[in-house]
Every structure is written in structure tokens, then in C-alpha cells.
């Protein structure tokens, strides 16, 4: 035997787009909360992409943590209002 470690295989994924947004996809070790997230996607040009991170680089943060602040900023949990 060489010593290397055995093949990881791959993980399954949701075989439909609804089954795809049902799964959980809690990754372990998270315990504060932040497992319970949604991946979002926008489409940016490559030069808003590119000063969006130079940005954050700047500040010392994520482009993450910068967009969920926004978000939160213009989306406030609102008080029993309803649309």
C-alpha cells in the first residue's frame, strides 16, 4: 500500500430544482445559525463584480457579509406588516 487516503466520492444532489430548495443543506459544525442560509444569485458585469470586491478588500470584509448587510438595510424585518 502507498499510504494515501481512500477516494472521497462525490455528494449527491437533488435530483429536481424543487427537491434542490427543500434540501436542508445545514453544513456541519454550525451552530450559531448561519446554517440556516440561502445561496443567492445575481447577474453583475465583471466591472461592478471587480469593484464590488475591491471594496470589500478594502473594508476588510466579505463581499458576503457587505451584500447581507445591504440587504438587511433595505429589507428590514418588518412588525406584522403584510405586502
Avoid at 472521497?8 to 435530483?15: K, L, M
Avoid at 445545514?26 to 440561502?38: K, V
Avoid at 465583471?46 to 438587511?72: C, H, N, S, W, Y
Amino acid at each position: 500500500m502507498n499510504g494515501r487516503s481512500p477516494k472521497r466520492g462525490f455528494i449527491a444532489r437533488p435530483s429536481t430544482a424543487e427537491d434542490w430548495i427543500k434540501e436542508s443543506g445545514i453544513a456541519p459544525g454550525l451552530s450559531d445559525g448561519s446554517a440556516f442560509t440561502a445561496r443567492l444569485t445575481i447577474d453583475v458585469t465583471p466591472e461592478l463584480r471587480g469593484r464590488i470586491k475591491i471594496v470589500a478588500f478594502q473594508r476588510g470584509r466579505t463581499v458576503a457579509e457587505m451584500l447581507r448587510d445591504l440587504l438587511a438595510r433595505e429589507f428590514p424585518e418588518s412588525q406584522g406588516d403584510t405586502p
